[in-house]
């Protein structure tokens, strides 16, 4: 696929890779494929747990990690074979994995800078879900401007003695183990003196409180660390080279989005249909809307391809993940927006009200997506790093030292 930079066609191995998949799911799907939603839980702890259970049956058929070595429980597969597998999986209406930062942040930055050692240790429980990741990164005074993280790492005898309040961590509440940059050299310059720590969150001295969003579920959380220790071998990266290390799983925060494209799709259809059903589609301006968000979804599928391609000849992803992720945020909170206006009087409604298309659906996603333009690097950052290595602008001191 994308072997050339106009080549948009699959190949025939990936399309058997595809039909491969998709008759598994067909088989092991709980519930229809495509059409059908997995269960609602009213319980994250129970939502988790059922994650865990869907992300093991998936591993255990080499659906997970795809990307990875096969050493590691992947499939030694290419970045156009786990497009096609992402493409699938969202098709097929399966859930988010719920060791997801595992598989798509912590595991890739463990490839790339952990010890044989390391890797043997945590890289096989994080496909099947076995071990779950988090990603203590943030704090309430570094989030875009990360570098000026303030957890102290002491050195300490056999390691490291971690002191410091994350923020945003989440699913913490859940996570085995958390990847962490903390600064264990006050003295070095601002992202010199920072080190990458794999840290133990059932350690004595972490302690996790969950906080609540805009959609009243509770997936991130505060984290304070108090004398945590961390041994040696679980320092990722020399010290003072975490800001190189957390460099990799910041790249891999952005860039091609084939969930977020297929979702968008699906949203884009159900939400004509409840245009239709609604009569919404008679309004002219709704209906003008509508297929401007047809046109926007059509342009993230295209911005997925080029870089795609870019990335299959071996070109480095560049400011093309920024410009991807400003881009679906943006859209998906148009298309929210949309979805909202096309409800009409039901649009402030929640679940369990009548007349209410969606059951509260529409109003959660909504709510969550505002997020979109925030996580993974706000759109603010975003667009300075757009404006200064695209369009050449002139640096803007604060986000070109230390900005995620
Ligand atoms: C749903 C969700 C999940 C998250 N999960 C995690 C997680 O698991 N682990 C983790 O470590 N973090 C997580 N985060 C945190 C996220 O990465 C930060 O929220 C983000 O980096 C922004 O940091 P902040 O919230 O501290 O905002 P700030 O950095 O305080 O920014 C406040 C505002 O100022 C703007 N701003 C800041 N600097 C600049 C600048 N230089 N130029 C222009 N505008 C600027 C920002 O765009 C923003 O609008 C999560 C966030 C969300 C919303």
Known sequence: MLARAMDLTTTPEQERLREQLRGWLRSHLPWEYGVGLPPRFDDLAEEVAFGRRWQADLADAGWVAVTWPAAYGG?????????????????????ELVGRIGVNLA?????????????ARWLPSIPPARELWCQLFSEPD?????????????????????DGRKVWTSYAQFADWGVCLARSDPSAPKHKGLSFFAVDMHAPGVDVRPLVQLTGEAEFNEVELT??????????????????????????ER??????????????EELVSAAAACGAFDDTRLRRRLA????????FQLHNWRSLSKLQRGLEPGPEGSILKLYWSEMSKRLHALALDVLGPAAPLWRDATGNPGDGSWQRAWLYYQAASIFAGTNEIQRNVVGERVLGLPREPVASEGAR
């Open 142 to 162: 570094a989030g875009s401007d990360l570098a000026a993280v303030r957890t102290t790492a002491r050195r300490v005898d056999g390691g490291w003695q971690l």
């Open 107 to 119: 595991g890739p930055t463990l490839l790339a800078h952990g010890t044989d050692d390391q890797k």
């Open 255 to 268: 860039g091609v989005n084939p969930r977020q494209l297929v979702i968008h799709m699906q949203h884009l």
């Open 292 to 299: 401007q968000a047809y046109v926007e979804v059509r342009l």
């Open 227 to 252: 004398e945590v220790f961390v041994p040696d071998d679980q320092l990722v990266g020399a010290p003072g080279e975490g800001w190189r290390v957390a460099g990799s799983t910041l790249s891999n």
């Open 75 to 95: 499939r030694d597969l290419g970045l156009a074979e786990n497009f096609v597998v992402q493409e699938e999986l969202a098709r097929s209406r399966a859930p």
